[in-house]
């Protein structure tokens, strides 16, 4: 099981920090992208509040 796991550990390392010479740049990485997922839990997010204080309001 060890030798398998050393021999597979070898072949997961990462690519290099920079890209060589003339090749693609990568995009910023910094750079998060806001698309619906963000928005979903922001409208779940006022929905739940939304319901807890038309339930306050009503005991």
Do not use: F, H, N, Y
């Not at 750079?31 to 204080?53: E, F, N, T, Y």
């Amino acid at each position: 099981m060890l030798a398998l796991w050393l021999s597979t550990s070898v072949a997961a390392l990462a690519q290099a920090e920079e890209p060589p010479e003339g090749g693609p740049q990568p995009d910023d990485p910094t750079a998060v992208p806001i698309d619906g997922g963000a928005s979903l839990l922001l409208a779940a997010g006022l929905g739940l509040g939304v319901r807890k204080l038309r339930a306050g309001r009503r005991s």
